[in-house]
């Protein structure tokens, strides 16, 4: 069910960028995929543009594959957060091959891992990764009775949750676990629920992330990251790519980098070199995240403040 509906997004989305050339009057287009720093981050993006430039900015929706296949065409012009390692497809495919998309040199740093409430650890006696493979550790997160315990992997369409299954493969749990895919907002409020409840609750976690800011969450150890023994193939590489891939070790730190259409550069240069020296911090992305998620402010006015907050910052942005 959640494989049907991403593809029907994607075709929608798709659709919808065919026809952006003959429907749309925007000046840029900003891809927007679905995880609320992304989206905090367009609508800043876009208030820096249309402030100081005067030009018209449209925030469309797209994931990871559409957002970049749009930046090659010309009918999108920006991706505000690209998570690498984890799109190293993508970017390698359009920054480093055809070279129709640039990358902006400040990435935040991020890190990406599973992890419990402290309240599970301190239930389960959970406190690895690989624990979730024994059958007897796993049944602690069996919230139906099938036998088979649950853990959040990320949202489909983003390329972290394929190497979730990856690594689920790789450690074993696969057989134990049932992955479960969903919407970022719906997984957190599980965790919310999970808190309030008293019940064991095992998931994809990350930072910048407001997550931390709310819950004690116990990070599950693995071995660290080791290059040689990490070897990730995305689904829009082969069609074997889980079979392909092995992940038995800790993911490596990523980075968060704005990519844009190397077209601005002779378009609306200006654009592109302050597209370049933005640069933010793990911090203020975090607290970006905290807004929208457990604030719920409205993006667009949300945005309009962070800049009027934040004037020397954007400043710098646009020497």
């Known amino acids: 069910m959640i494989i049907s509906k991403k593809k029907l997004t994607q075709l929608?989305?798709?659709?919808?960028?065919?026809?952006?050339?003959?429907?749309?009057?925007?000046?840029?287009?900003?891809?927007?995929?679905?995880w609320p720093s992304v989206a905090m981050t367009a609508d800043i993006l876009k208030v820096v543009i249309e402030d100081n430039y005067g030009l018209e900015v449209e925030l469309q929706n797209g994931t990871n594959?559409?957002?970049?296949?749009?930046?090659?065409?010309?009918?999108?012009?920006?991706?505000?957060?690209?998570?690498?390692?984890?799109?190293?497809?993508?970017?390698?495919?359009?920054?480093?091959?055809?070279?129709?998309?640039?990358?902006?040199?400040?990435?935040?740093?991020?890190?990406?891992?599973?992890?419990?409430?402290?309240?599970?650890?301190?239930?389960?006696?959970?406190?690895?990764?690989?624990?979730l493979s024994d059958p007897d550790v796993a049944v602690n997160f069996d919230s139906d009775g099938d036998g088979m315990g649950e853990v959040w992997i990320g949202a489909s369409g983003w390329a972290s949750t394929n190497v979730e299954k990856a690594r689920a493969k790789s450690y074993g749990y696969d057989a134990t676990m049932n992955q479960i895919e969903m919407d970022e907002t719906?997984?957190?409020?599980e965790v919310d629920a999970a808190v309030a409840k008293n019940e064991n609750i095992v998931f994809f976690c990350y930072t910048p992330n407001h997550v931390f800011a709310l819950h004690e969450l116990v990070i599950l150890e693995e071995p660290a990251y080791d290059a040689s023994?990490?070897?990730?193939i995305q689904p829009t590489d082969d069609p074997d790519w889980l079979e392909k891939s092995s992940t038995p070790v800790a993911w490596d730190l990523a980075y968060l980098h704005i990519h844009f259409a190397s077209s601005l550069n002779d378009s609306h240069p200006e654009v592109a070199a302050m597209l370049s020296n933005v640069k933010l911090d793990t911090d203020r992305?975090?607290?970006?995240?905290?807004?929208?998620?457990?604030?719920?402010?409205?993006?667009?006015?949300?945005?309009?403040?962070?800049?009027?907050?934040?004037?020397?910052?954007?400043?710098?942005?646009?020497?």
């Not at 607290?287 to 962070?306: G, R, S």
């Open 186 to 189: 719906l997984a957190m409020a």
């Open 12 to 34: 929608a989305v798709a659709s919808s960028i065919g026809l952006a050339g003959a429907a749309q009057s925007a000046d840029l287009v900003i891809g927007v995929p679905n």
């Open 65 to 131: 594959p559409v957002v970049f296949e749009a930046m090659d065409g010309g009918s999108m012009h920006v991706h505000p957060e690209v998570w690498l390692p984890n799109q190293s497809n993508l970017h390698n495919t359009y920054v480093k091959e055809k070279k129709t998309v640039s990358m902006n040199p400040n990435g935040v740093p991020a890190f990406q891992g599973m992890c419990v409430t402290k309240g599970t650890a301190e239930r389960t006696g959970i406190k690895a990764l690989a624990d």
């Open 229 to 232: 023994k990490w070897n990730m």
């Open 285 to 319: 992305v975090s607290a970006m995240t905290y807004a929208v998620v457990v604030d719920k402010v409205d993006n667009a006015e949300y945005a309009k403040q962070w800049v009027a907050d934040n004037a020397d910052l954007v400043n710098s942005w646009l020497q």
